[in-house]
């Protein structure tokens, strides 16, 4: 039997899956945590997917992995090759000025029509124009550019030369220097960024073996919402993730062009195109939540189940690491609307819940105002574990939600391109034994509660 590993290295952990090849039945699994914060050094990274590997009883017996990891994260080398700062993460808003200042010099129209993305705080190009303004010397000292999976590849195959480097299309794809329709880099935004030219990661096909750990063949990776579409055969099914990010995307054959900047125009892991909307507050926001009840997560989801549609008028903004879309990178979230009757724990609870999932239902709105058809969506990430999750979000959404059993979407999917890597058929191997059927949560449709989310929301803008 050939096994195959599939990694996730995400924004608070990382997940490793081993699964038989020919079918993907689960064979082990790991994970282990990352530190928390917006800026992190590598080589945490680095530990924790060793400590990942080894409670997946390690991958001696394994015949192709592939990781994917958190989109966008700036990792800078130098000519050593080593590490020249700490990487900052996706949902770092310090770069928030400098992507204003890139897309007015540009123009937003320019931006989606060169690399199908105007950039925002998240995107690694903006990160390298902070760099470059706030820390000079960082920036003369970086040889080469990467993102967390790259590095992560680079590391497993043993390669200490940067020419090696190697990345796929759809992390590129969120870098704001790589254009998914020619798959060439936009070398001139990366200068204009960074100040000088930089060594990129040669960009690999998606079924291309860029290496070698031991006896096993190591694939190209992925960003990680792009390994969780390859993972879950989800057609044309629009996804919803909610992990640390909250994610809207689907598979489509044309990159996208939006000019408002709401949807970004990222590659999927397959050679097509993955129009995505992203936020920055999701899963942690239930996590707050508790925290200030003092509950664990389901004690959560079982007061949410117990308040009515609405939270008695209670709105939880949910604003609270700023947010991506919409831009808002200054501001923070709110309890709106409190009065002495509705001051329940009941209530706070499910304004919490209903608070995300307005902010994800705002998203779902921009990917359909693109073309794409909202009709149902498939729920994952940490935060679809939470059954008031499940079962609000159909309400809010207003379409039927198909709630998988918990798992690890992204590990899977990197595990499926190593498959693929492996038998290098044309399409990804159909894998009967990975996904028990979706359980379907219907509700009707509640849109005051989007209605009051919205009034209340914009009463906290940037503040
Ligand atoms: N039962 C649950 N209810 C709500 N949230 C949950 C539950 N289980 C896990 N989570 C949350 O999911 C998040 C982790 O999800 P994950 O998709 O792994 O995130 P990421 O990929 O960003 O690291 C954590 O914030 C965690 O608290
Ligand atoms: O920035 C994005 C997508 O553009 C995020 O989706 C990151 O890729 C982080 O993902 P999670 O760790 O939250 O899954």
Redesign the pocket.
């Known amino acids: 039997m050939a096994l195959v590993a599939g990694v ?1 290295s ?4 990382c ?1 490793v899956v081993i699964r038989d090849a020919e079918t993907g039945r689960l064979v082990r699994q790991g994970r282990a945590n ?1 530190p928390d914060g917006t800026e992190v050094d590598p080589e945490l990274w680095w530990t924790a997917l060793g400590e990942a590997l080894a409670e997946a009883g390690g991958i001696e017996d394994v015949d192709a992995v592939s990781i994917a990891g ?1 989109q966008h994260g700036m990792v800078c080398l130098d000519e050593q090759g080593r590490v020249v700062r700490p990487a900052l993460l996706w949902n770092d808003t310090r770069s928030a000025g400098a992507a204003a200042d890139l897309v007015t010099e540009l123009g937003p129209e320019f931006w989606s029509g060169a690399v199908g993305s105007v950039p925002v705080a998240s995107f690694t190009v903006t990160k390298l124009r902070w760099l470059a303004e706030h820390e000079p010397e960082a920036a003369a000292r970086t040889t080469a550019v990467c993102l967390p999976h790259d590095w992560l590849t680079w590391k497993l195959s043993g390669s200490t030369d940067l020419a090696a480097l190697v990345t796929d299309r759809s992390d590129a794809s969120g870098t704001g220097y790589f254009d998914g329709r020619t798959n060439q880099y936009r070398r001139d935004l990366l200068e204009r960024a960074l100040g000088h030219d930089a060594l990129l990661p040669r960009v690999a096909g998606p079924v291309a073996a860029v290496g070698r750990v031991g006896d096993a063949m190591i694939g190209p990776g992925a960003g ?1 919402n792009a390994a969780a579409s390859l993972g879950l055969s989800a057609g044309d099914d629009v996804v919803v ?5 909250g994610t809207v995307f689907a598979r489509s054959a044309q990159q996208a062009d939006d000019a408002s900047g709401l949807v970004a125009g990222f590659a999927d892991a397959t050679g097509a195109f993955l129009p995505l909307v992203c936020t920055l507050n999701a ?2 926001v ?2 707050a939540a ?1 925290r200030m009840l003092g509950v664990s ?2 004690e ?2 079982n007061l949410a189940l117990k308040a009515a549609a609405g939270a008695q008028g209670v709105v939880f903004v949910p604003y609270l690491e700023g947010e991506r879309t919409p831009n808002l990178p200054d501001s923070s979230g709110a309890l709106h609307g409190l009065t002495l009757a509705n001051s329940t724990r009941e209530n706070l609870a499910r304004a919490a819940v209903e608070g995300m999932l307005c902010g994800m239902a705002a998203c779902l709105d921009a990917l359909s105002a693109q073309g794409v058809a909202v009709e149902k969506v498939r729920l ?4 679809a ?2 059954e008031a ?1 499940r079962q609000i979000a159909p309400s809010v959404f207003g379409v039927p939600v198909l709630a998988l059993e ?1 798992g ?1 979407r ?1 590990a899977d999917g990197a595990a499926r391109q190593a498959a693929w890597v492996l038998n290098g058929d044309t399409a990804p191997p159909l894998w009967t034994e990975q996904l028990a059927p979706p359980k379907c949560f219907e509700a009707p449709a509640s849109p005051w509660v989007r209605e009051r989310y919205a009034e209340a929301s914009v009463k906290y803008l940037n503040r």
Not at 10 to 13: C, N, V, Y
Not at 241 to 245: A, F, N, P, R, V
Request: aromatic residues 0%; proline residues 3%; charged residues 25%.
């Open positions: 996730d995400s924004t608070q952990s997940k990352h958190q990680d993730s909610l992990g640390t990010s899963a942690r239930l996590d508790a997560l389901d959560l989801s994952i990430g940490g935060a574990r939470s999750v918990p690890e992204v």
